[in-house]
């Protein structure tokens, strides 16, 4: 299902460029598997320690990794495991967002200060 979605997406945007996209069973099984050398952001409404925005002078990486959460948030045990794998608890402001306008909101965020043509 998602694949043929991010299919779509990439032909109306002219893009041959098809990101990648993983669901995973929980948060620890994610973490374990990712680079260990990426960027990390958590969206979190309720500790961030920001807010993500174009020109919040984020490190520009080669691999960026965006954990978002559901829209209740994430557990007290779950922000200690982010931020153990040290991930940045930001925000996209102070309106709580359907998980999936998070997601695309963010990747906006990231992609307008670091795409490379």
């Known amino acids: 299902e998602w694949e043929e979605k991010i299919q779509k997406g990439v032909e109306q945007a ?3 460029y098809i990101p990648r996209c993983t ?9 374990e598997s990712q680079c260990g050398d990426s960027y990390r952001i958590a969206l979190d409404n309720y500790e961030s320690t920001g ?8 490190k520009e990486s080669t691999h960026y990794l965006v954990a978002v959460g559901a829209e209740r948030g994430w557990s007290d045990a779950e922000r200690k495991q982010l931020r ?6 930001l925000s996209l402001g102070d309106r709580v ?12 965020q990231l992609v307008s ?4 043509s």
């Open 14 to 16: 002219f893009c041959t």
């Open 23 to 31: 669901i995973w069973s929980n948060l620890a099984e994610c973490i």
């Open 51 to 58: 807010v993500l925005t174009p020109s919040g002078g984020k």
């Open 84 to 89: 153990a794998s040290e991930f940045l608890l």
């Open 97 to 108: 967002l359907r998980q999936e306008t998070a997601v695309v909101v963010a990747i906006g």
């Open 113 to 116: 200060q670091f795409w490379k």
